[in-house]
């Protein structure tokens, strides 16, 4: 039976098949392979996938295969809840055109290709859209080159994401053109030219490949041989910045090495804002000029736990005390992507990293966000270093708009051979801190205690050790020169002590942009315990402070601010003690959101006239002015910059420093200081 059903379904191959059989094969006539019908139409779009920046416009092309009636498509975007407005809009030939209006950046949109011939065939690509590029970043934003060294740059386009991030490279100068200017490649690595061009600069600038307007640029410094003026920087530098990014309050401190010759070999960076807390390390490079003003440019190589990003990368810098042509300090100001920081630079002794050194009494004064968000905290104290040890510990301390607490504390602290040290200081909800080392008689410090929001509380500020006790009331007699910030305020001013108790103040505040000038009365006192806290009594309110040495000391006020004062060592002043060549800087940030830092410098003729640059917001800002100082060391101070005046009051310690802030009407209540 089964070979009789194998023969019946032989016979039957060539008819209808048979039961059992392979159903899926084609009858053979006349020895010919089976025949199949046409393929079927297949339509693909190109380009496959695209980033298209609001404002402009992209081709796509639709290849169509085996429609013998050669239809064509007809084109589409199937993208749900979109609309012209969002999604932009494709004509007939494939052109889609995304309005500038566009304001976020939207991913994986469809454009769509349909056969006229069999709608049921249908190409697709997809596309994203971009903002539209607010800005470029070049870093580094300096360089000094010396001889045909290749250095790399890299270009970052703003807003970030959603920004396409394609820039093209030029190189340009005002004493070169073309290759006389070097060199820079599609991937931003730039060669020197042979012959060095007069003035030895050149611009690198990047520009936005789909914004053409918008570009960014860094300045390049080239030399044969290096700039004797980067000698002014050479050996370990500490730095202590604050100052505000996209995120909120933001704080950094560590240590530079420069070698004399524009590079920085080597440093360490800790920074605090509200995604964390971070531990950096780096390299760099940085160029003074011969007026004394210069650049600073760190490039990151890790951020732990975080990315190079992380870090705080430019500076430009106001350098003073400049001894045998060495400075000794300097005022920083940075603008970097959407950070804005101001602090200071001071030379290191590394023979004081030890812990042999650091002993003694030291007086405090910190000050950055409160937990409140948008007022200030901050903490003045003493404490008493004892072989890692901090007893004697006390502090005032004011978070937000809570009067100041009295608090005793102890703590410890370990310190490495870097000169960098780790500290408890339990004086509230602050306990962790970083400290580096600049001298036996220096220690700066930051809060390292995690943040978890914007209203985070964070403090930073120098400590110093004590010097010319133990205090009493007679350790204040005498003329000072006072400054405070905080909470929108800014004061300075001049406080007479008598030796006994009594006091007198004259101050010129800048409180919410608005400016005043006042004569105040008052009492004081200074603990018997001979460690220097005391306190001002002004208008039945109280003000903790803490000497440091007769006369200078650290305060916070009774109005919710923090500063220092010192004493006037010139008992006599006149517009002929104000000459030379002096710096100029904003302090750090204690709780200003909207303050511009700056660094340059000041140049009086000792007749009442002065001119200076100065470098913020823009860049290399020349200015001229006038002064008047008078005899109690207050002094009135008018530049006009660009044509626009900004008025002053500054008082002067001495011929070498004096701090002032603004008294227009509208601006911001930064303190400046003259130093030179």
């Known amino acids: 039976m089964k070979q009789l059903s194998f023969l019946m379904c032989v016979a039957m191959i060539f008819m209808a098949g048979c039961a059992g059989s392979n159903s899926s094969l084609s009858p053979v006539i006349n020895n010919q392979p089976p025949t199949s019908s046409a393929p079927g139409i297949t339509v693909t779009v190109s380009p496959a996938s695209t980033v298209i920046q609001a404002g402009t416009s992209r081709q796509f092309t639709a290849t169509v295969v085996n429609d013998p009636s050669n239809k064509g498509v007809t084109w589409s975007l199937p993208n749900a809840s979109c609309t012209a407005i969002t999604c932009g809009t494709i004509d007939a030939s494939g052109k889609l055109t995304v309005p500038g209006t566009v304001s976020v950046p939207l991913i994986n949109l469809v454009v769509q290709a349909t056969s006229v011939a069999d709608p049921t065939k249908t190409g697709a690509a997809s596309y ?13 934003v ?19 994401f959603g920004a396409k991030q394609e820039v093209v490279w030029s190189v340009s100068g005002t004493g070169c053109s073309g290759v006389g200017c070097g060199a820079i490649n599609s991937a931003g690595v730039y060669t020197p030219p042979v012959v060095t061009p007069s003035p030895p600069m050149v611009t690198v600038t990047a520009t936005a490949t789909a914004s053409p307007g918008v570009s960014g640029s860094a300045s390049v410094r080239l030399s044969s041989s290096p700039d004797p003026n980067n000698g002014k920087l050479n050996g370990q530098y500490a730095f202590l910045l604050s100052g505000f990014d996209g995120d909120g309050y933001l704080q950094a401190i560590g240590t530079l090495s420069a070698d004399g010759k524009g590079n920085i070999t080597s440093g360490t960076e800790d ?9 950096c390390s780096f390299t760099g490079a940085y160029s003074v000029g011969s007026d004394n003003r210069g650049s600073i440019t760190l490039n990151v190589s890790s951020c732990s736990p975080f990315g190079p990003g992380f870090s705080i990368a430019n500076f430009t810098v106001a350098l003073n005390h400049i ?22 630079l001071v030379k290191r002794d590394p023979a004081s990293f030890s812990d042999a050194a650091i002993q003694g009494n030291y007086a ?6 409160g937990s409140e968000g948008s007022y200030l905290s901050a903490a003045v104290g003493r404490f008493t270093a004892d072989h890692g040890s901090l007893v004697s510990g006390e502090a005032d301390v004011i978070d937000g708009i809570a009067p100041a607490t009295h608090r005793l504390f102890t703590g410890g602290y370990t310190l490495d051979a870097n000169g960098r040290g780790l500290a408890t200081m339990p004086i509230g909800s602050t306990s962790y801190f970083v400290f580096y080392v600049t001298s036996a008689n220096q220690l700066l410090f930051m809060e390292l205690d995690s943040r978890g929001n914007s ?6 500020g120098v400590a110093l050790r004590q010097s010319g006790g133990p205090f009493s009331s007679k350790s204040l007699n005498g003329a000072s020169v006072l400054n405070l910030s905080g909470n929108g305020s800014g004061v300075v001013g001049q406080e007479t002590f008598d030796g006994n108790g009594g006091l007198s103040a004259v101050i010129d505040e800048n409180n919410s942009a608005t400016a005043s000038h006042s004569s105040l009365t008052g009492t004081y006192s200074v603990d018997s315990d001979g460690l220097g806290r005391g306190s001002v009594i002004m208008g039945g309110k109280v003000s903790p402070l803490y000497l440091v040495s007769p006369g200078k000391g650290f305060i916070l006020d009774n109005s919710f601010r923090s500063g220092f004062f010192e004493p006037q060592t010139t008992t006599a002043f006149n517009n002929s003690l104000f000459s030379g060549e002096y710096s100029q800087g904003t302090l750090l940030l204690p709780l200003d959101f909207a303050g511009l830092p700056r660094s340059g410098i000041l140049i009086p003729d000792g007749a009442g006239k002065l001119r200076g640059t100065a470098d913020g917001a823009t860049s290399n800002q020349n200015f001229g002015g006038t002064y008047s100082i008078g005899k109690n060391g207050r002094a009135s101070l008018t530049l006009t910059p660009d044509g626009e005046s900004a008025n002053m009051v500054f ?19 930064q303190i400046l200081v003259i130093e030179k």
Do not use: C, H, W
């Not at 042509?325 to 804005?340: N, T």
């Not at 405090?364 to 966000?369: D, Q, R």
């Not at 209203?455 to 930073?460: C, R």
């Open 128 to 140: 994203s859209i971009s903002l539209a590029a607010a800005g470029v970043s070049v870093s580094p």
């Open 142 to 160: 300096v360089a000094n080159i010396v001889g045909q060294n290749a250095i790399q740059f890299a270009a970052t386009v703003s807003p970030g």
């Open 271 to 279: 920074f605090s804002e509200v995604l964390g807390v971070a531990a």
């Open 323 to 344: 001894e045998a042509g060495l400075a000794a300090q300097g005022r920083l100001s940075g603008f970097y992507k959407d950070e804005v920081t101001t602090g200071t």
């Open 364 to 369: 405090f004064g910190f000050a950055g966000m």
């Open 455 to 460: 209203s985070s509380p964070a403090i930073s």
């Open 651 to 669: 008082y002067f310690a001495s011929e070498f420093k004096s701090v002032g802030i603004r008294i227009d009407p509208g601006t911001d209540p």
